[in-house]
């Protein structure tokens, strides 16, 4: 299909952003349906790149940029596509790494697929697609990542159910395991254990985007006292814990969580007194608690996902970090995070800031943290730097 924008509508494509919104389009021409190739064109009738027509609010999703044009998304351009990404976590380090097999392969846009995340998990491969368009393309996707990983391919998962709409799959039937065998695997992030639930887990199972953060984490923990909030897996517990704290609490108000956290302690260091868990809201704990400590984690899913919710979601980011710099200990370091890819990190300082100047504690920044980088952010497309990150040492 051909489609042609508005008037002025052309220019972000012109800067190479791969996004296409409904309300640019001017007219299209062809057979349009979910998952065909559109070729877009500016309203003088130029030729700007092609990509997957989906029936949404982004209506096109940029693969190929002018002067580049495919006649076809066939297979042969998926495996050139997924192997320039494995090509980048080899050159970074990820691949074949004795201490750690768990890494992103595929980082949407980061990768020039957007809509597209795959995650690698010791020969297991999770696949998350965010566009129904691109989900015509799974077989193919799928037969791609066989021929990156050969032999060392253990399974491909699909877990695409939880970021398409509800209403594609009743006329789609879940693709779930498209290879091989897989459910609860264990994997290694510089050399810890973690106990990983492909199926039944949160995103794709585990949280990759924090293992560069957990292991800076470990240099502040040593005969520490130590509060991991919204815990999930116990990533930055186990840091702490084999870093050498005194104590970690772990909290999350999903026992889910808890119980996968308590079997990831264990399975590092063992039985632990040295470990509690804590079922409980995160602000509703912090407000209330009487224990000192010296490190709080406050790493909360993403507060806003939309623009409309924007402001609510820094009156909760405003309200976390408050309850925290109030108790901790004196000299105390702070990890506070955001993953809401609407709250930029000046706005995300900013309500920090708004935090520290009510707590009426000095707070000095000695990190500013994103993402690591097997999640790249492709310079034409900021949207993609989703992580950001604040350490504070409070006086």
């Known amino acids: 299909m051909k489609i042609i924008l508005r008037s ?25 349906y979910e998952g065909c190739l559109a070729e877009v064109f500016s309203n003088k009738d130029e030729y700007l790149g092609s990509g997957i027509y989906q029936d949404a609010a982004i209506a096109v999703r940029i693969l190929a940029f002018a002067p580049e044009r495919p006649k076809s998304f066939d297979q042969d351009f998926w495996e050139k596509k997924i192997h320039r990404a494995f090509d980048l976590r080899k050159l970074t380090g990820l691949t074949d790494n004795p201490h750690t097999n768990v890494y992103r392969l595929v980082h949407g846009e980061g990768d020039h697929l ?27 996707i799928a037969e791609a990542l066989k021929k990156v990983y050969g032999n060392k391919l253990r399974s491909i998962f699909d877990k695409s159910r939880e970021t398409l709409p509800a209403a594609f799959w009743e006329k789609t039937s879940p693709g779930e395991v498209i290879y091989g065998e897989c459910g609860k695997t264990e994997v290694l992030e510089n050399g810890h254990r973690f106990v ?27 005969g ?3 509060l991991n909030t919204f815990c999930y897996s116990g990533g930055f517990s186990v840091y702490a814990l084999k870093a050498g ?14 119980a996968l956290a308590e079997e990831n302690v264990s399975l590092n260091i063992g039985p632990a007194d040295i470990h509690q868990i804590i079922t409980d809201d995160a602000i509703r704990y912090l407000n209330a608690m009487d224990k000192a ?4 984690i406050l790493d909360p899913p993403a507060y806003a996902k939309h623009q ?17 710099l109030k ?54 497309h900021p949207e993609g730097q989703y992580l950001k990150g604040l350490v504070l040492f409070v006086d």
Not at 245 to 258: E, H, R
Not at 293 to 296: E, L, P
Not at 308 to 324: E, I, P, S, T
Request: charged letters at 20%.
């Open 196 to 222: 990983v639930d492909i199926d039944g887990g949160q995103k794709t199972g585990f949280y990759i985007d924090q293992r560069d953060n957990r292991k800076l984490l470990a240099g502040y923990c040593k």
């Open 293 to 296: 400590y010296d490190v709080i």
């Open 308 to 324: 409309h919710v924007k402001h609510k979601a820094v009156q909760g980011y405003k309200r976390l970090n408050l309850a925290a």
């Open 114 to 140: 957007p809509g597209l995340i795959v995650d690698h998990y010791d020969g297991h491969l999770v696949i998350q697609i965010h566009s129904t368009g691109l989900y015509a393309y799974i077989d193919q």
């Open 224 to 226: 520490k006292e130590v």
């Open 245 to 258: 704290a005194s104590g970690v609490d772990s909290l999350d108000s999903s026992a889910k969580a808890t």
């Open 8 to 32: 002025g509508k052309d220019d972000a494509l012109r800067r190479f952003h791969p996004w296409v919104f409904s309300g640019a389009i001017k007219k299209t021409e062809g057979r349009t």
């Open 327 to 380: 108790k901790i200990q004196e000299g105390g370091v702070l990890f506070t995070f955001s993953c809401s890819q609407v709250v930029d990190m000046q706005l995300f300082r900013s309500t920090v800031m708004a935090a520290a100047i009510q707590s009426g504690r000095t707070v000095r920044i000695l990190h500013q943290l994103t993402q690591p980088s097997d999640h790249p952010v492709n310079i034409f």
